[in-house]
Nanobody, 118 residues
Framework: QVQLVESGGAWVQAGGSLRLSCACS????????MGWYRQAPGKQRELVAR????????LYEDFVKGRFIISRDNAKNTVFLQMNSLKPDATGVYSC???????????WGQGPQVTVSS
């Protein structure tokens, strides 16, 4: 059974930083690409960033490029999202999941709430 447990959400002022973590179990983590998604209030879930299984390549959506960094530690089955220069529009629930060639998997964690105030 795949389990994803995210942590690190918090309230922060604009311009601040947060680091999210996602611990994965029940699957061979090191062979799976991973992604971080967010769901802003009243909006659909959207991709923020994704990283290849070995961590050698990361892709970012335009609205976070240059400010967010996705990384992973395959020895600890964990993927991270470093969020810098946060803006109020980053507010939302952030979740991680495995990323397949068809898109995100059906497995999601609870997702930490990130609130950025102006």
């Amino acid at each position: 059974q795949v389990q994803l447990v995210e942590s690190g959400g918090a309230w922060v002022q604009a311009g601040g930083s947060l680091r999210l973590s996602c611990a994965c179990s029940g699957v061979i983590f090191s062979i799976n690409a991973m992604g971080w998604y967010r769901q802003a209030p009243g909006k659909q879930r959207e991709l923020v960033a994704r990283i290849t299984s070995g961590g050698g390549m990361a892709l970012y959506e335009d609205f976070v490029k240059g400010r967010f960094i996705i990384s992973r530690d395959n020895a600890k089955n964990t993927v991270f999202l470093q969020m810098n220069s946060l803006k109020p529009d980053a507010t939302g629930v952030y979740s991680c999941t495995l990323v397949t060639r068809h898109g995100p998997s059906a497995y999601w964690g609870q997702g930490p709430q990130v609130t950025v105030s102006s």
